[in-house]
């Protein structure tokens, strides 16, 4: 919700999209901006586990300087570097 109520500020408006991978793997949102892609994956859980990171990883892999990071967005408390490429953060930090 809040991710749609950004776009709608923006003179141009972001690209809000879907991935699924040919291997399968899915990110839940990529936001393309200014031709930045930020990939951004939701869970649910109090804890995550490093593996949660690694289709994020895989896609900044993929489109290089594009997508410098990704974010797992989770139920904790804290913001912490999950993986190469992924930070975890807190719902509670983007509310």
């Known amino acids: 919700m809040y991710l ?3 776009r709608e ?6 690209g809000i ?8 793997e899915e990110i839940d949102f990529v936001v ?3 031709g930045r892609l930020l990939p951004i994956e939701v ?4 804890s995550i586990r490093t593996a949660a990171g690694r289709p994020l990883d895989a896609f900044c892999q993929e489109f290089g300087q594009r997508a410098p990071f990704g ?3 989770y139920d904790g408390r804290e913001i912490f570097r999950l993986t190469q490429y992924t930070v975890a953060v807190p ?4 509310q």
């Open 32 to 34: 393309e901006h200014r």
């Open 4 to 6: 749609l109520a950004w």
């Open 71 to 73: 974010v797992l967005l």
């Open 43 to 46: 869970k649910a859980a109090h």
């Open 9 to 14: 500020t923006e003179i141009r408006k972001p």
């Open 91 to 94: 719902f509670s930090a983007v």
């Open 17 to 24: 999209f879907y991935r699924r991978s040919v291997s399968g």
